[in-house]
């Protein structure tokens, strides 16, 4: 975390805050876990249900109930949400399945992460992708996916900072 730490302090410092839904505050616990994270990281909001994504983060009913809120589309709704909300320049956010659902067509542990960036003038620049664990444990995928989610992150300062 000292990589992430280092980011987002240069000059202009920058503010962060986490949406999550399937790493159930693996992300934030790795942030914090980091000397000195109360110095850019502003909290989190764990949002499990739909109804705490829409309550919370603004994401958008109708558009996350046609996907079960497990999208690409409603991660980046996560991200830009929590931004607003926490007031941060960047934000993370990690919803998907901890485990594989055959009712639901899901064959292994899968999560869609978002990172956003929020601009001067208030618009949002954000990247998602998408990432699978076979064969992983409810909280084997939880820690990878918070990970991986970590890592675009890092990714994305380093290509901001230039």
């Known amino acids: 975390m000292n990589e992430l730490k280092d980011l987002m302090l240069r000059a202009p410092r920058w503010t962060l805050a986490v949406a999550e839904s399937v790493t159930a505050g693996h992300v934030q616990a790795r942030v914090a876990s980091g000397a000195g994270a109360s110095e850019f990281f502003l909290g989190g909001v764990t949002a499990y249900s739909l109804?705490?994504?829409?309550?919370?983060?603004?994401?958008?009913?109708?558009?996350?109930?046609?996907?079960?809120c497990v999208s690409a589309e409603v991660a980046e709704q996560m991200a830009r949400g929590v931004c607003a909300l926490c007031g941060?320049?960047?934000?993370?956010?990690?919803?998907?399945?901890?485990e594989a659902n055959a009712a639901l067509g899901v064959a292994a542990p899968?999560?869609?992460?978002?990172?956003?960036?929020?601009?001067?003038?208030?618009?949002?620049?954000?990247?998602?992708?998408?990432?699978?664990?076979?064969?992983?444990?409810?909280?084997?995928?939880q820690g990878?996916?918070?990970?991986?989610?970590?890592?675009?992150?890092?990714?994305?300062?380093?290509?901001?900072?230039?």
């Open 88 to 98: 941060a320049d960047w934000g993370v956010a990690t919803t998907g399945y901890a």
């Open 144 to 162: 990878r996916v918070a990970e991986a989610a970590l890592a675009a992150l890092v990714a994305e300062l380093r290509v901001a900072r230039g």
């Open 51 to 68: 109804e705490q994504k829409v309550k919370l983060l603004g994401v958008e009913r109708a558009a996350a109930e046609r996907v079960n």
């Open 110 to 141: 899968m999560a869609w992460w978002a990172v956003a960036r929020r601009g001067e003038d208030g618009t949002f620049s954000v990247k998602t992708g998408r990432v699978e664990f076979p064969g992983a444990t409810r909280v084997e995928a």
